[in-house]
């Protein structure tokens, strides 16, 4: 089993509409999440960084965590073209390997919002 | 202010050849990713810097990779030997300090190995 799971897609929305995008994790040292997102050849950018359970909104996007369940995900309202990219989970932990602070992604999922 | 920026933006070379890649960070972060990203795939850890100091270079797939940060500010991810396996985005991070603060990703430079 991989340490997450994320389905790659592809993701075919109509404007407006919301948006659901999950990720699932096996090991419960993990202790911060994220969201970024990245357009074709770019780097991937931040969208939502959160430490606990729960939910956290920014603007149109919230990020929704379930450590009991070991499951992320995003949520996108009213969807826009722009919005159209590849959303990548991913997760850290302090002392995860020994290392302090590299990001384990999901594959990512492709999304195109149609106008 | 300026990203992380990444040079060069594309490479293609011949297997077997050797490569060097460019990060440079954000002014003032001292923590420093690679990461390795292929087609259709997220980005895959490769050795983590603070400072001077490899951290972490758990990721590394091999002894033909190897990444250097003499100042603590601009490192080079060199490969030896390439192989067409090695095609990818290499991608570079920067963050403040490491461990939890917000890692702030470069374009990528785009490895071909033909």
């Known amino acids: 089993q991989k340490e997450v799971e994320q389905d790659p897609g592809p993701l075919s929305v109509p404007e407006g509409a919301i948006v659901s995008l999950n990720c699932t994790y096996s090991?419960?040292?993990?202790?911060?999440f994220m969201w970024y997102r990245q357009y074709s050849r770019k780097g991937p950018e931040l969208l939502m960084y959160?430490?606990?359970?729960g939910n956290k909104e920014d603007g149109r996007f919230t990020a929704q965590v379930d450590k009991s369940s070991k499951y992320i995900s995003l949520f996108i309202r009213d969807s826009q073209p722009s919005d159209s990219a590849t959303y990548l989970c991913a997760i850290g932990s302090m002392n995860y390997g020994g290392s302090q602070g590299n990001l384990i992604f999901g594959k990512g999922t492709k999304l195109s919002v149609k106008p | 202010g300026a990203g992380v920026s990444q040079t060069p933006s594309n490479k293609v070379t011949e297997k077997g050849k050797y490569v060097e890649l460019r990060c440079d960070p954000i002014?003032?972060?001292?923590?420093l990713y690679w990461y390795r990203q292929s087609l259709g795939q997220g980005p895959e850890f490769l050795i983590y810097f603070q400072g001077t100091g490899a951290a972490d270079d758990s990721g590394l797939p091999n002894d033909r990779f190897f990444a250097v940060r003499p100042e603590g500010s601009v490192s080079t991810l060199k490969i030896q030997r390439t192989e067409r396996g090695d095609s990818a985005v290499y991608l570079c991070?920067?963050?403040?300090?490491?461990?939890?603060?917000?890692?702030?990703f470069g374009p990528g430079t785009r490895l071909l190995v033909l």
């Open positions: 090991n419960s040292a993990f202790q911060y």
């Open positions: 991070a920067s963050s403040l300090s490491g461990s939890r603060e917000t890692q702030y």
């Open positions: 959160t430490y606990s359970s």
């Open positions: 002014s003032g972060h001292t923590a």
